[in-house]
């Protein structure tokens, strides 16, 4: 298992995402991250966060509070409303950019257990669509 360094992380977010700095891509990690912890519990959580940079595993780890899983169109909306100027379709690409890091991040085996725990959809938001599934 290796941990991406928090430079190596941000970096691969950024050219992902094609941000102009890596102040725009953290603020994506920051937001995505958050919300994709109050949806995961467990080993889970723990083996994902200890796969990411300390910053953004505590963030992970000490996620925005859902009241309810959110499926994959109310995730994008939640995202853009936490990201100051950002639309849902700006928001789908922050999305992007972060959670297929993350996937790379975690390999397939736990990418896999990751999707398990989420409402149906989410393989699309981490660049894994399944097999015979059209987006």
């Known amino acids: ?40 519990v467990g080993d889970v959580r723990a083996e994902l966060a200890a796969r990411l940079p300390e910053t953004l595993a505590l963030i992970l780890l000490n996620p925005l509070q859902a009241a309810e899983p959110l499926d ?34 975690a390999g397939d085996d736990l990418t896999e257990r990751v999707l398990l725990q989420l409402p149906p959809g989410y393989d699309i938001l981490f660049g894994r669509p399944q097999p015979g599934q059209r987006p």
């Open 72 to 105: 994959p169109d109310r995730f994008v909306r939640a995202t853009a409303a936490w990201i100051d100027g950002a639309t849902e379709t700006t928001a789908l690409w922050d999305i992007g950019a972060v959670l297929s890091t993350a996937a790379d991040a």
């Open 1 to 40: 298992m290796v941990t991406l360094r928090w430079e190596a992380f941000l970096d691969r977010v950024r050219e992902r995402g094609e941000y102009d700095t890596t102040d725009d891509a953290e603020r994506a990690a920051r937001v995505v991250l958050a919300l994709l912890g109050a949806h995961l």
